[in-house]
């Protein structure tokens, strides 16, 4: 009984740490400002979700967290896990544990998935003062890890999303989120281009992967993904600004109705 109390205590007290605020972000590309003032918090344990027309700023609010080289941040502050993560290289987010999934994710040939993955998971224990993984407990941690999106073994021997299907590419993303343990995943529409049952399973492996100490931004523009996910927080992102804030209920009201009558509302 006390056993119970004490998880269900620290459970809430997981809840209430605020992992990452974001206070009067603008950001540019090429020039251009594509966010003129986002303010966001999300705490351990939450699943946020992100919505929006396209050019809303949605992915490059995915693209400036992670530290892509040509975005530029002109005002505001990102803070992760009590950290300045704008202050942070690539590597160094990754390490601290940001994780995006990307949207349309990249070949590369001539780089095997087991190279690549055990490359990236020892640098990222060589970052937290760890020794790194010896081939045996990598491989067998890899085969634990693919079972959960239901990876082919024959595709872990493969060059990275070489000749995968498009489905295939997206489970690749929660097999590589799976085996860097993120503590917050960015998921920039990774339900683009799936069937229905690329989806559950992608869905399915996301949901594996949650614990009170974890959190995500899924950033998408249909209802069916969150079906699956079950957001605590709905964002609606208009013209570079999160204009509306809800609960799960705000998508089901989107997928109704688009997102028009909120423009007429601003």
Known sequence: MYSAKIAYLCAAIIRNILMLEIKNLHATVGGKEILKGIDLTVKAGEIHALMGQNGAGKSTLSNVLVGHPAYTVTEGTVTFNGK?????????RSHEGLFLSFQQPVEI????????????L???????????????AFLKLMRERRKIVELDNKLTSRSVNEGFSGGEKKRNEI???????????????????LDVDALRIVAEGFNKLRTPETAAI??????????????????????????????P?????????????????L
């Open 249 to 265: 209920e705000l998508a089901l009201e989107i997928e109704r109705r688009g997102f028009d009558w909120i423009k007429e509302e």
């Open 109 to 120: 040939p001539g780089v095997s998935m087991v190279n690549f993955m055990r490359a990236a």
């Open 84 to 92: 300045d993560l704008l202050a942070m290289t690539p590597d160094e």
């Open 175 to 193: 097999f590589q989120m799976a085996m860097l343990e993120p503590t917050l995943a960015i998921l920039d529409e990774t339900d683009s281009g």
């Open 122 to 136: 020892n640098a990222k224990r060589k970052y937290q003062g760890l020794e790194p993984l010896d081939a045996g």
């Open 218 to 247: 899924v950033i998408t523009h249909y209802q069916r993904l969150l079906d699956y996910l079950k957001p605590d927080v709905v964002h609606v992102l208009i013209g570079g600004r999160i204009v509306r804030t809800g609960g």
